[in-house]
C-alpha cells in the first residue's frame, strides 16, 4: 500500500485538512496476502477510515464497497464515530481521500451535514453536478498532484465571498473544546459562539452533523491519536497514561473504552500498528 498526504492550497486550508493519495501495489483479485494480514478478506482489500467530520473518496480502477454502498466513483460521508469499511470488489484500488475540517464541507458546498450524518452516499445519488464533473477528470488524470490541483481548483471556485459568520464562530467552538480538553457545555460552547443555545445547536448541527456532546467525544479521539501519532514519528515513546489524562479522559480505562468503541482498537494495538500512516493501517482523522 502506497501513501501520499499533499496539503491544500493554504486558501483552503481552514476548510480542508488534507488530501490522501492511496494506491494498491498489485491487482487485489490476483494477490495472495499473508493469511494473518487483516486488511485482505477472500483476496479483497479493505481499508480502513477512522470516525471523522465528513469527507470524499474519489475512486478509480475499482470499484468498492463502503459500508454497504457500492460504487466505481466519488462517495460523499457524514460525521460518524465509527470506523468506515472501504472494500474492493474488482480491480486495483487507487484514489483520493479528502479530509474536512469541523463544518468545512458545508462552508463550501452548502450541504446539510445532517443529512450525511452517518451516511455514505455516491455522487451520482446526490446528484452534484459539479462534484460528478470533477469525479470524471479525476479518473482521467494520472499523478497525485495533478488529482490535487484538480481538486484545489474546483474548492476554490466554492469560497464563500464574503466571511460566513457561523464558520467562523464555529472554528472559535472547536479552539475553545481543545482548550478545554472536551471539558466543554453545550451551553459553553454556544456562549462561546456568542448564539442561543437553541439557535447554535441549530447551526451546528447543520453545520457538523451531530450533536456537540459526540463531537466534544470524537474531537478529544481526534486529540489523543494525534498525540500518539507525533510520538511515533519522534520515535519517542507515548505513555499512554499520560495521553488519557492530558486529552480530558478520567483514566487509562475511559479511554481505553472509546478507543474500542471508536476505533476497534485498544490503544496499546494501535500503538503497535504502525503509525503514522503506513501500508499496516490507514488512519484517516483531522
Not at 480502513?48 to 462517495?75: C, E, H, K, Q, S
Not at 473544546?177 to 445547536?201: P, T, V, W
Request: proline share 5%; charged share 20%; net charge neutral.
Amino acid at each position: 500500500m502506497y501513501f501520499q498526504i499533499i496539503s491544500p492550497t493554504e486558501a483552503l486550508r481552514p476548510y480542508i485538512t488534507r488530501y490522501v493519495f492511496v494506491r494498491a501495489e498489485g491487482s487485489t483479485d490476483t494477490m495472495t496476502p499473508p493469511a494473518d494480514d487483516p486488511h485482505f478478506v477472500a483476496g479483497k482489500h479493505v481499508q480502513t477510515l477512522l470516525p471523522n467530520y465528513g469527507g470524499f473518496v474519489f475512486m478509480r480502477n475499482a470499484r468498492a464497497d463502503i459500508n454497504g454502498v457500492a460504487t466505481d466513483g466519488l462517495v460523499l460521508f457524514g460525521a460518524c464515530q465509527k470506523p468506515i469499511a472501504l472494500t474492493t470488489i474488482s480491480g486495483w484500488f487507487e484514489g483520493m481521500m479528502l479530509d474536512f475540517e469541523p463544518g468545512g464541507m458545508h462552508a463550501l458546498l452548502g450541504i446539510d451535514m445532517q443529512f450525511l450524518a452517518g451516511q455514505v452516499v455516491t455522487a451520482q445519488a446526490y446528484g452534484n453536478e459539479g462534484l460528478l464533473q470533477c469525479d470524471k477528470l479525476f479518473k482521467q488524470t494520472r499523478t497525485a498532484e495533478e488529482v490535487a490541483r484538480l481538486i484545489d481548483a474546483f474548492f476554490l471556485g466554492h469560497l464563500p465571498d464574503t466571511e460566513d459568520r457561523n464558520y467562523a464562530r464555529l472554528r472559535r467552538v472547536v479552539a475553545a473544546c481543545d482548550e478545554a480538553k472536551g471539558d466543554i457545555s453545550a451551553a459553553g460552547m454556544a456562549s462561546e459562539a456568542c448564539l442561543g443555545e437553541r439557535q447554535f445547536l441549530r447551526v451546528f448541527r447543520t453545520y457538523v452533523g451531530i450533536p456537540p456532546k459526540q463531537f466534544v467525544r470524537l474531537r478529544r479521539f481526534h486529540k489523543a491519536l494525534q498525540a500518539m501519532q507525533q510520538a511515533a514519528a519522534a520515535k519517542q515513546p507515548s505513555d499512554l497514561m499520560s495521553v488519557a489524562i492530558g486529552h480530558g479522559y478520567y483514566d487509562l480505562s475511559h479511554m481505553a473504552l472509546e478507543f474500542q468503541q471508536m476505533g476497534c482498537v485498544s490503544p496499546s494495538q494501535f500503538r503497535m500498528l504502525g503509525i503514522p500512516l503506513t501500508a499496516d493501517f490507514s488512519v484517516f482523522f483531522a
